[in-house]
């Protein structure tokens, strides 16, 4: 009986080696792979679920990244786009005819990010399910108590962020149809704000 326990604990060891081995290695080539992108385009559907109103939208769009420059356009079901560029954050919103010009500062400093930058935060693996490894990952936001990716260990690439904030507010992004380091079907030039747009600057 006890060699039948104790190969079991040296079995249950040895899965957990595994497992823990396996999980870093698809974070660090997953964060590998996307810090040497030059450009990449990819398809998204972020929900969005309010809990003060017990209420959710979906919004569907495309992310453009080339070198430094990220920006997320939503297209349905209403069109507006964020860009981060150098210092520089632009948010457009066609609907309501408005736009926004941040610099980065220390006060607006967690705005300056794109989905990307989770891959060099803090993580610690929670378990695989599927085709996916999930993470979670200590963001410095102290507002977000819950932060988790989705790797898929197949492809190795990014495919889901899911954050709540403490007012148990939720955001899902789920990224699809990556395609890296070909020609952007959009370049990152042609997100201007209209002429004549009113636009506040901070």
Same mark, same amino acid.
């Given at each position: 009986?006890?060699?039948? @326990? ?9 899965? &957990?080696?595994?497992? !823990? ?12 792979? #996307?810090?040497? $992108? *030059? ?8 929900? +969005?679920? #309010? ?11 495309? $992310? ?11 297209? /349905? ?7 981060? /560029?150098?210092?520089?954050? &632009? ?9 926004? *010009? ?10 300056? =990010? ?5 891959? =060099?935060? /803090?993580? =610690?693996? $929670? ?6 490894? $999930?993470?979670?990952?200590?963001? =410095? @936001? ?23 904030? +403490? ?24 997100? !201007? ?7 506040? &600057?901070?």
């Amino acid at each position: 009986m006890k060699k039948i @326990n104790l190969l079991l604990l040296l079995t249950l060891i040895c899965c &957990t080696a595994y497992s !823990t081995t396996a999980s870093d290695n698809l974070f660090l080539k997953t964060k590998e792979k #996307y810090a040497n $992108i *030059v450009t990449l385009e990819a398809d998204f559907t972020q929900g +969005n679920y #309010y809990a003060i109103y017990d209420a959710a939208n979906t919004s569907f769009g495309k $992310i453009y990244i080339e070198n430094d420059s990220f920006v997320m356009e939503y297209n /349905e079901p209403e069109y507006y786009f964020f860009k981060l /560029e150098g210092d520089q954050l &632009t948010v457009y919103s066609e609907e309501h005819n408005t736009a926004s *010009v941040y610099v980065k500062t220390d006060e607006y400093d967690g705005l300056f =990010s794109n989905f990307l930058e989770v891959l =060099s935060m /803090e993580y =610690s693996f $929670i378990e695989r399910e599927r085709n996916y490894f $999930i993470y979670s990952i200590t963001h =410095s @936001n102290e507002e977000i108590v819950d932060f988790k990716i989705h790797i898929n260990w197949r492809t190795e690439q990014l495919e889901k962020v899911i954050y709540e904030d +403490n007012m148990d507010n939720q955001v899902v992004i789920i990224i699809e149809n990556q395609v890296f380091d070909k020609p952007l079907s959009k370049q990152i030039k042609e997100f !201007t704000i209209p002429k004549g747009t009113p636009t506040l &600057t901070e």
